[in-house]
């Protein structure tokens, strides 16, 4: 099984910016690269269920992002290295959370069509 790893997180200001990467390690032959699957962000806050954050196709050619994150998140992709990216600008408290990159076959905003799921990095945004 493919295992992802996210970093980048911690505690930032309001207005700041972070930038999460997951990378995918364990077997490299291609059925064990990030290059074959759709990639997803999700975040869950506490006391409150996962939530999709953004999706991008395995060739990164098509994304879709939430509406809470739109216009301030981007989530892009470095097949060739093998890490899925999620730019965070403009960051609000109500972003806090802890932030989980998922590998699946198709882009979804529906954490049950990801079956590969990093352990997560938490990201804190102080007002």
């Known amino acids: 099984q493919m295992h992802l790893v996210e970093s980048g997180g911690g505690l930032v200001q309001a207005g700041g910016s972070l930038r999460l990467s997951c990378a995918a390690s364990?077997?490299?032959?291609?059925?064990?690269?990030?290059?074959?699957?759709?990639m997803g962000w999700f975040r869950q806050a506490p006391g409150k269920e996962r939530e999709f954050v953004a999706t991008i196709s395995w060739s990164g050619s098509s994304t879709y992002h939430a509406h809470s994150v739109k216009g301030r998140f981007t989530i892009s992709r470095d097949n060739a290295n093998n890490t899925l990216f999620l730019q965070m600008t403009s960051l609000k408290p109500e972003d806090t959370a802890v932030y989980y990159c998922?590998?699946?076959?198709?882009?979804?905003?529906?954490?049950?069509?990801?079956?590969?799921w990093g352990q997560g990095t938490q990201v804190t945004v102080s007002s």
């Open positions: 998922a590998a699946g076959p198709r882009t979804s905003w529906s954490e049950t069509d990801y079956d590969n």
């Open positions: 364990g077997r490299t032959f291609s059925a064990y690269t990030i290059s074959a699957y759709a």
